[in-house]
């Protein structure tokens, strides 16, 4: 049933059209959107300051100054993703580096980039989510039920509205709930949450008897969030990047996020300190229950459906993103610009294997490599550390 | 002698079937380093734990400037100007130096980003580099994670927090065990610069000659109970060994070499 949700997501057989449509694009317009629909996912940050400093690497004169910026873990994934772009750009340069592709990828990484912002924070706290597949359909039903019952297809905005709140309401409520017991420190997050992967996911087949109900969304979401777009970029994007550049205000710039890291950290220090520790750990874990309820609004929007099956492996892809873009799984230590790095190094390397005709299914031996990697370099830099 | 700033009267402390403190007392004045010694298991840790607000006394009261104080938690003894530095300092860290000084205490911006939470971090960095300036710390990089830093300096960090924040009493918890010589000799440098402040310094310590060259006064736990109360400069290490190990028994002879904490508690209430 998982493979649903992969035909659900639509970039396979798209390349097709992406090379007709492109075409008719002039070759400058294709060069001018690179430069602006890169930078809108990560919302403006990483993409244009760093983008040139890939191009003296091979020179001897730029090494000093990339092995010390080399010790920000963000910089070696981001080198890893120029490295894709520049490879599909000159590998397939007429169809990779494409306003269609681009955005493709972009809606295809904005579910998955808001919800890897929230699994940021959890997995700094040191804590991990298992649950936010499981979470993300629970929203999605409470509000596809309650819009069945509120005008189904042709429900006005006041019923979207109301479905958008019950979505985030109870991607909350169960993230706090989770966050509850995750405080109480008597059970891992990793139990915790994988009780809840079954156990909200059995309530939203409970109420719906299994089947993805007809009419779940409204044609007014759909026609406005799903497909809609503004000065060419579609709203999902916009959204997921508001999202990912408030989040990563929250982390980098604010108390809450200090108190973040420093649970991650040493929770003892952080009591000692002051550190109301239970409480903010039940917040975090409501953020990222909220971040899903989002994702259940933004799913519902794209695809009208609730995909009960689809989302068995959000986790695990989430997770991959959010490792990759450099946070350490013992926490303490990440950062959202590199979750969404992380998020784009296998969204990337789907499009480019379609585009360059390789089979796409190398892109999930070439991540969990990569992932693996990623974690044993953690592991030593932590080991090194620690030595002097 | 004048008031003590931090005291406690009778302190007990149970942990399950084990007594670790027997109605134990404790004194330490303004401006006075203390060092509280004692052999493995005497209570030492237990008895900080305590005053410092970590531990709920069983029984007994703690005063402070004359005034009974009850600590719900370590915040409540320090808004009340209690810091302490623990042995395992107690630091985040993948956090750096001026974030691990305020953690708990972030100054934030003022106006709209400061009710939003945002930090003040120029303000925090220069208040931070500056304390540890006094300190005779510099640190190279004030944003590098405390965990690159080395032994002395990770200490100096500590330090300076309590002492940022402390304007009654420092705990100090065994604060030169992982140090070399000069780092040493400059802790117990700030040790005493801190007493001269006005602060009641109170040094757990093993180390007898350093305890005796640093302490104006030195009071000795012995199973669970204070057995000896000295002055440093009167006082040698034999006799210190002699208290902790319970040859010497200054102030209570014999009162808990072999006795069951019944007859312990006995001659307290009769005293």
Partial sequence: MTTTGATDREPDDRPPDSLAGPTSVSRDASQGAASTAAPAPGAGRPAAPAA???????????RPLLLRAASVSEVWTFLILAGLVVFFTLAAPRTFFTTYDLTQIAVNAAIYLVLGVGMTFVVITAGIDLSIGSVLVLAAVAAGEYNIHHGGADAGWWTVAVCALIALGVGAAWGALQGLVVATGKVPPLIVTLGGLGAALGIAELATGG?????????????????????GIPWLVILAAVVTLAFGLLLGTTRFGTHTFAIGSNPAASRRAGVAVGR???????????????????????????????????????????????TSLFGGRGSVLGTVIGVFIPAVLTTGLIVIGVQQYWQDVAVGVVLVAAVHLDQMRRRTRERT | MTEPLLEARGVVKRFGHVQALQGADFRAHAGEVVALVGDNGAGKSTLVNVLSGVVAPDAGEILLDGRLVRFSGP?????????????????????????????GRELLRGGLLGRLGVLDRTTMRREAVRAFAELGVTLKDPSAPVATLSGGQRQSV???????????????????AALG?????????????VAERGIAVVLISHNMPEVLSVADRVEVLRLGRRVASLRAADTTIEELVGAMTGSLDREQAAAAVVGGEEDARGEEEAR
């Fill in chain 2, 181 to 193: 010589v000069v780092q040493r000799a400059r802790v117990l440098d700030t040790v005493r610069r």
């Fill in chain 1, 52 to 62: 040139p400093a890939t191009v003296p690497a091979p020179t001897a004169a730029a």
């Fill in chain 1, 280 to 326: 903010h750990l039940v917040k975090v874990y409501a953020l990222m229950g909220l971040l899903a309820g989002l994702g259940a609004v933004m799913w519902l929007a794209s695809y009208g459906t609730t995909s009960i099956a689809g989302h068995s492996t959000d986790n695990l892809r989430v997770i991959t993103a959010v490792v990759l873009g450099g």
């Fill in chain 2, 75 to 103: 915040q409540d003894a320090q808004r009340l100007g209690v810091e302490t530095v623990y042995q395992d300092l107690s630091l985040a860290q993948d956090l750096d130096a001026p974030t691990n000084l305020y953690l």
């Fill in chain 2, 158 to 176: 500590a330090v300076a927090r309590a002492v940022a924040f402390a304007h009654r009493v420092i705990f100090l918890d065994e604060p030169t």
């Fill in chain 1, 211 to 231: 089947q993805d109900p007809a009419d779940a969304a409204a044609a007014h979401l759909q026609n406005s969030l799903g497909y809609g777009k503004l000065l």
